[in-house]
């Protein structure tokens, strides 16, 4: 199974931090949208996927379909503290988030986030591409992709795609070389 983890990141290289100040990109939405709807699929930590839902930053038409945004999509959520949740499937571990979309059959796992669950799957060497969607802003402060948290490791990827979304948002697309 391939898996790709999104991201949007800062121009300098943090995780975007929204508020209502800095509000997501409807581009970069709009990509994770389509992304999931292709996989069929995606793995979230329980704060990300509760900003994903929270009211306020979903649309008024995203409300109105019947079963939002995420309708049809097999949903994994990973959580130590969370035993179920009503429409979505509960582990506790990558592996084992991997292990139920496969036996679901999917051939393509997409990784959402957030930091937490980004780095324990490109610790565990768990990512076959990464989809990074560059925000036009610049952060002091914020949360970094880490490949190792306790020791320097050096990871190649070759460049796949790189396109502009609008809005100032860039896409790059990298696979990892292994």
Request: aromatic content about 6%; glycine content about 8%; proline content about 5%.
């Amino acid at each position: 199974m391939k898996t790709i983890l999104w991201a949007t990141l800062t121009a300098n290289g943090n995780y975007a931090q929204t508020s209502t100040d800095n509000p997501p990109k409807r581009e970069a939405l709009d990509d994770f949208a389509a992304q999931a709807k292709a996989a069929g699929n995606f793995i979230v930590g329980r704060r990300t996927f509760e900003e994903m839902t929270d009211p306020s930053r979903v649309s008024q038409e995203e409300q109105s379909n019947s079963g939002g945004p995420f309708a049809g999509l097999d949903i994994v959520m990973i959580s130590r503290n969370i035993a179920a949740i009503p429409g979505l499937t509960v582990v506790k571990s990558p592996q084992e988030a991997l292990s139920y979309l496969q036996q679901k059959g999917h051939q393509t796992a997409l990784i959402s986030g957030g930091a937490e669950i980004h780095n324990s799957f490109l610790e565990q060497g768990l990512v076959d591409e990464v989809i990074f969607n560059l925000a036009p802003v610049m952060e002091g402060k914020g949360l970094n992709l880490l490949i190792n948290k306790d020791n320097y490791r050096f990871e190649p990827v070759q460049l796949l795609d790189c396109r502009p979304l609008g809005g100032g948002v860039v896409q790059l697309h990298y696979a990892i070389d292994r």
